[in-house]
């Protein structure tokens, strides 16, 4: 588990996208294997849930879940349990993500289910005051991406640096093992060198290298300024 | 596709028992697999989504996803793609089971997806008017199941007998190409040769095989009147 | 209920607009009552559900909920229960509006509670397989809605006709009873006009009439060529 | 603002029971009205939306909606706007009650709108963490309510006494200024003495006195060992 929270650190959602999906995910993850071992950055990737236990068998750099559902051993049909996340393969998951909002009451009982079965938990947040909250939970990271950037090109770090600085604060003066990780239009070195400069360990992002011409080259740009 | 529709018809819902998850869902497939082949009866598995690249690796027989979400390609994290799940080896899926009801837009869009790329759809309803209802958006099965004997271990095919016969009266006179099923509280036999007696052309069920002692020769009885 | 049902319709929506809430929604309730007198025809008004009483005690013309909850009488905070929505003075409802689309099992649950304590159900769609759907539930009227031309200005009546009477053909197949109302993009004379020569009974509207610089005006516009 | 939020406080939520709603809901107002002016004990009611306007016109005690919509105003049929509520005459509102979970995103942007027209909120929690959670959000009132025993009868402040102190602490070491109360089973008089001695300054209650006999001894009952 530690080493899978080794900081800096790189989560790229794969998202929905046909680009990420079925083999064309076993593609994108097999570039961010060979990113991760050339460059030595911790890179995440994060596919569909059917993905994950092909991807987790293919490739040897950490696999997360998109989300878990709040939901213990019983009828749920549709949903699926994080135990059965893990013995597919995953090693962590994302919580609360923009597009997979989340009820409290949930989060709180995802997070702590998490940390009970050794899987790291990424709570996303949408500004500091969420931020704040989130960190009370105790999740392993908090990724902060304002929702009107995210899929925009503009990245946090240059458009709202305030926002990155004001949550590694707050989250610090609450609880200073958590690390903040930001998102929401970050694609290149000097985006995500920028969100380190503001006290981020890392980036969580999606389109900039998923529909990258070239991804491998993305992913090397990306962490070339580390 | 037509031997994935072929009647008689067992869909066995794995839901999330830790009975039926991971190492346990592969167990509980081939066994499923070994009736099939034995029977000849056309047995049919729904795992959770993490489950189905494995499983449908492993058994000849088909697999089925317990939901999918009505969405598109593009960005809608936590979500999983149509394309996604057969990819990973699914052939059908199961649409708005009680324990995941969907928006009446959402099925119309899923079961005109699954059509589209051929994979078989079933709707679970939850009476008379609702069957009618699913029957005009052209799914494969309609899969009858009053809510409250779900898991209940009363077969709805001798406490309500009347809503299988209506549903399949109803159905067949909007849409006689779509086959009813019906599920909530059958395990046996002879739970199984009366919904057939009822008109229904296959049973959908759960817990009475998942939790038997014996899951392989609970599924050998549930099909041994035939 | 039958002089709430009269034929040709007009069923204005007042959503969320600060426009049409409050003492602005009194106004607005107040020009429709002029226009619904003057010149004969059926309009009706739905309301914010806390504007429900005020309006409903100020004008004659039917006030609707936009929306009812399926809950029966217990616990369940935050939502209204028809029979709280009927004593304030509603006598119909919305149900399954494109901006609050429900689960296919709560229409049916709704649609007969309404029918079961006399108030007028109208569920909304979004194509023609969705209408045949919601007219096997037996509302009073279905109300066609093509979402991508909601507050566009581009009258469904003219830009997608084959909308409107597919959806006449079809429910009428069905169920003759049932009146087919049309929306999206309607708000003048000419789109009334053009929706009943497809067929429709009546219109749903919103913003055409809300936003407009004189609502009075414009709905007698809307009514000018019935 | 600040009459409202004094304490001890009881805030009686009418759920969606028919004892509360309607001609009923202005009696129970009317019996909580007489036992506030009796006692001087500062009680606050909650009734369905639309039952907000008639209540808050006919009696002198402050009047709380249930649950707000986090929409702006806009297209958003079957929501109601924090703006329409309050001209309807409420002056605070529950957010997050455990029948109406909100995601944490919309928590936040509920509690910075009704402060921004000054309306109180009070966020219902289910345990400590959550509680911290929420407490980070600054809302007014952070009501802490064990799921498991709303409508058990066995008030919290007796069954799970270090849920309420833990509450307490923890939000008191976040921010002192909110005031925290308590839920779940909480009937009589010494339910609330010892919800008040653990640190809560108030309770949040329902059907102990909706469904009472004669709910105004049960509220003059409630209030009698503050």
Redesign the interface.
Known sequence: MDNVKRTPIVIL?F????ES???N?LKLAMASEIVAEETGVNIIIAP???????LSNEVKIPVF???VDA?D?????????I???K??G?VGC?V?????????????AVV?KAAEISMVSVIC???I??S???S???PDFVAIEPPEL??SGIPVSKAEPEIVEGTVDIIHG?NPKISVLCGAGISTGDDMRAAMDLGAEGVLL??GIIMAKDPKEALLNLVSKI
């Not at 569909?48 to 092909?54: L, N, R, T």
């Open positions: 959602n998202k929905t996208y046909l999906t079925g083999n995910a569909q849930s059917p993905d994950i236990y092909k879940a998109q989300h939901v051993a019983g009828g749920h049909t549709g949903s699926s349990l135990e059965c996340i013995e597919a995953a994302l609360n993500h923009s597009e997979k909002r989340m009820k409290l009451a949930d989060m709180d702590k947040t949408n500004n005051e969420t704040a909250a989130a009370t939970l105790k995210i899929g609450i999606a389109s």
